[in-house]
T-cell receptor, first 113, second 117 residues
Framework: AQSVTQPDIHITVSEGASLELRCNYS??????LFWYVQSPGQGLQLLLK??????LVQGIKGFEAEFKRSQSSFNLRKPSVHWSDAAEYFC???????????FGDGTTLTVKP | DTGVSQDPRHKITKRGQNVTFRCDPI?????LYWYRQTLGQGPEFLTY????????KSRLLSDRFSAERPKGSFSTLEIQRTEQGDSAMYLC???????????????FGSGTRLTVV
């Protein structure tokens, strides 16, 4: 069975500060890993994805994530947060046959001016 | 292409009524997914299709829920005899599959918010 844990329900950072959102997964094989962002009243938007190869992946809006197999983690990072990054962030693990993805319960990001 | 469209955006219904939601995926995507999201939770898988075939349905899904994708294009999700516990955001997503079944993540619609009163 696949599962995702996002340990931080809510994170507050100051604008311009760095950000790291944590994600731990459980999956029996090589996982597909994703980060999505959801703004209020909107659907989810794909930020980045990992399938294989380079463990540091770049995404949209200046985000990156690092896959660490030994730690079963896929943490999301951004060097300098903008006020527009305030949203809810979801980590997901997917089956390699394009079946269902399992999502974490999300981390809400608040950005202080 | 305008992305994934869902209709309606909001639905308020009385307990016991039937409701139907529609999803129009990105036209070149062969996979279509339905998820449900409640406040403070991540999306929960309901079912998915490849073309017109329904390949998996969540064991958590009661028999009151049914989904179709009759021509491999749009899909409908019907909930019969709605209950207050069905109140949630219903999300549709689509994806394409590449070599060996690889996919590139979902494109989500904006969702249909269902309120059962």
């Amino acid at each position: 069975a696949q599962s995702v844990t996002q340990p931080d329900i809510h994170i507050t950072v100051s604008e311009g500060a760095s950000l790291e959102l944590r994600c731990n997964y459980s999956y029996g094989a090589t996982p597909y890993l994703f980060w999505y962002v959801q703004s209020p009243g909107q659907g989810l938007q794909l930020l980045l994805k990992y399938f294989s190869g380079d463990t540091l992946v770049q995404g949209i809006k200046g985000f990156e994530a690092e896959f660490k197999r030994s730690q079963s983690s896929f943490n999301l990072r951004k060097p300098s947060v903008h006020w527009s990054d305030a949203a809810e962030y979801f980590c997901a693990v997917g089956a390699t046959n394009a079946g269902k993805s399992t999502f974490g319960d999300g981390t809400t990001l608040t950005v202080k001016p | 292409d305008t992305g994934v469209s869902q209709d309606p955006r909001h639905k308020i219904t009385k307990r016991g009524q039937n409701v139907t939601f529609r999803c129009d995926p990105i036209s070149e995507h062969n996979r279509l997914y339905w998820y449900r999201q409640t406040l403070g939770q991540g999306p929960e898988f309901l079912t998915y299709f490849q073309n017109e075939a329904q390949l998996e349905k969540s064991r958590l899904l009661s028999d009151r829920f049914s989904a179709e994708r009759p021509k491999g294009s749009f899909s409908t999700l019907e909930i019969q005899r709605t209950e207050q516990g069905d109140s949630a955001m219903y999300l549709c997503a689509s994806s394409s599959t590449g070599t060996g079944g690889r996919y590139y993540g979902y494109t989500f619609g904006s969702g249909t918010r269902l309120t059962v009163v």
